[in-house]
Nanobody, 117 residues
Framework: QVRLVESGGGLVQAGGSLRLSCAASGSISSINAMGWYRQAPGKQRELVATISTRGSNTDYADSMKGRFTISRDNAKNTVYLQMNSLKPDDTAVYYC??????????WGQGTQVTVSS
């Protein structure tokens, strides 16, 4: 069992920054890559960014490239998402995901990010 707890969401003005954190616990050894997804009201959940097991490889959705940075600290079992130059379109619930060795995905409960114009 893997438990993921996100934090760091909130209300920010357009152009501002937020840093999300996702702390993992439980079967840490079963986690490979990790990622962040988001879901805006009335829209499907979409990929934001992923990071490989050791953090050496990252991937971003096109609209986040250059603004968001994903990182992980395996000593703390935590993955981060630094979000800069936020736009109102970035308003969504942000979810942490852990891709497990057995092929399934564990999800956090989500954290709300609201960007005001």
């Amino acid at each position: 069992q893997v438990r993921l707890v996100e934090s760091g969401g909130g209300l920010v003005q357009a152009g501002g920054s937020l840093r999300l954190s996702c702390a993992a616990s439980g079967s840490i050894s079963s986690i490979n890559a990790m990622g962040w997804y988001r879901q805006a009201p009335g829209k499907q959940r979409e990929l934001v960014a992923t990071i490989s097991t050791r953090g050496s490889n990252t991937d971003y959705a096109d609209s986040m490239k250059g603004r968001f940075t994903i990182s992980r600290d395996n000593a703390k079992n935590t993955v981060y998402l630094q979000m800069n130059s936020l736009k109102p379109d970035d308003t969504a619930v942000y979810y942490c995901a852990a891709f497990r060795t057995r092929g399934d995905v564990a999800w956090g409960q989500g954290t709300q990010v609201t960007v005001s114009s």
